[in-house]
């Protein structure tokens, strides 16, 4: 750090504590948004990229909760801000640690430092649209038994209902197998964005094909849970293009599939909602239904806000609710694990708490405070950030395609701390790595 850059901190961040110290006397909610913004900031700095945008998330959520007017705000999810930004403080700064635990080993090590971002070692391609074909057909027969005599909530007049119908017929094997749709967007994609230029086109049509498939289901998640984790994983590897394509800008590519899809998500979203029939899509159709602009900027801030304002009806009310110890947990086994725990319904409680709208979601928080109590949450969280962040950090060099997709799967459940708490609520992740591992040895055994 150069004499200029130690007088600009040694002068700025006083100012900046200074400025949050006055902020939080009174407006909490700002001052915790504003200090969550100076992490990653600082993270950033650091060029702890992953970690950096799971703090400018945070910051956006809670900005939201602030600023963006929508049907289902309240009082309790601007009061629990400072308690929520609280519990998050404590999950960045494990992740933090677990990623200097990792560093301190590759010190030793002797390795480079800065080190040089990796190029992907992919299978031949012929391996790897074998692989892809296979998914693909593993995906194809999981659709046509899922959807068998009743039209994809997609092409439904009323997806939500449509999705609902689904789910109470849909088993954890189907589940399972769907993932097919995902496991096959991200390697498809990924190779399109960061491999030779070979064939690229057959591996974007791929991954519009896979897309296509996994939107069936018309929800936002399944589509970005495939093409997010490909996305972080590209930004972090060199492409292996020959220099005679030095006019492919990467980076500016990947930006624009992100806004691509990211927009159409939104825009998307708010469309479902106007095409429901409960008491929310009512409301939010009288709000916003002549305009498609402010119908997407409501679902956004919805995407953003809706699970904080939940999660602050759920502390507000937490002295009615016994710890289960482990039960919310295990939500993603399903009445599995129900011999053993008993039964909890995460999305029963949640939609009670929600009325009259019943949103069945509550931040990445709202299962620890319900298994282990407000105490109980700290280590959770802790234990939780430490093993994301070694992991991220582990993986953040590797040339492996599989490993890259992993840590970008890691990345993006972080991300979607925001909203909930995905891979102990959906046990996608039991058919995610037993996929990437094939990938990986495909890989390892090419000649």
Not at 284 to 302: E, I, K, T
Not at 376 to 383: E, K, Q, S
Request: aromatic letters at 12%; glycine letters at 8%.
């Amino acid at each position: 750090m150069t004499l200029a850059e130690r007088r600009l901190w040694s002068v700025g961040l006083p100012l900046a504590l200074g400025i949050l110290l006055l902020l939080a006397t009174q407006w909490a909610g700002l001052a915790v948004t504003a200090g969550l913004v100076v992490v990653a900031i600082f993270a950033a700095r650091a060029r702890s990229w992953a970690l950096a945008a799971c703090a400018a998330v945070w910051s956006a959520a809670m900005l939201a909760v602030q600023t963006l007017p929508g049907p289902y705000d309240s009082w309790a999810g601007k009061a629990v801000l400072p308690v929520l930004a609280g519990y998050v403080s404590v999950f960045l700064a494990a992740w933090a640690i677990g990623r200097q635990v990792i560093s301190w080993r590759t010190d030793r090590i002797n390795l480079p430092m800065p080190r040089p971002r990796p190029q992907l070692r992919w299978p031949t391609d012929r391996r790897l649209l074998t692989y892809l074909l296979v998914l693909l057909g593993i995906a194809s027969v999981t659709a046509a038994i899922r959807f068998r005599g009743v039209v994809p909530p997609l092409f439904a007049d009323n997806p939500d209902v449509a999705r609902q119908a689904l789910r109470l017929q849909s088993s954890i094997v189907i589940g399972l197998l769907s993932e097919a749709w995902t496991l096959g967007m991200g390697v498809s994609l990924l190779r399109a964005v960061s491999g030779n230029r070979s064939r690229s086109l057959i591996f974007y049509v791929l991954a519009g094909v896979f897309t296509v498939g996994a939107a069936l289901g018309a929800s936002k998640n399944s589509v970005l849970v495939g093409i997010a984790p490909a996305l972080i994983a590209a930004l972090s590897a060199r492409h292996s293009r020959p220099r005679a394509s030095k006019s492919f800008k990467k980076i500016p590519v990947i930006l624009l599939i992100a806004a691509v899809v990211l927009g159409t998500a939104v825009f998307l979203g708010g469309q479902r909602t106007m095409a429901g029939t409960g008491s929310f899509e009512t409301e939010f159709r009288s709000r916003y239904g002549n305009s498609a602009l402010a119908s997407s900027a409501a679902s956004l801030d919805l995407s953003l806000s809706s699970s904080t304002e939940t999660f602050g009806r759920l502390w507000s009310q937490r002295e009615n609710f016994e710890p289960t110890y482990g039960a919310y947990s295990l939500t993603f086994l399903g009445s599995h694990a129900q011999p053993l725990f008993g039964q909890v319904d995460l999305y029963g409680l949640t939609s009670q708490l929600s009325q009259p709208y019943f949103m069945n979601t509550a931040t990445f928080v709202a299962i620890p405070l319900l298994d282990y109590g407000p105490i109980g949450v700290l280590f959770f969280l802790a234990a939780l950030g430490l093993a994301i962040g070694s992991t991220e950090r582990w993986f953040e060099f590797s040339a492996s395609p599989a490993a890259q997709l992993g840590r970008g799967f890691i990345v993006y459940f972080a991300l979607f701390g925001v909203y909930e708490l995905y891979p102990l609520i959906y046990p996608t992740w039991l058919s995610l790595v037993p996929g990437l591992w094939v990938l990986h040895w495909l890989g390892r055994t090419a000649k």
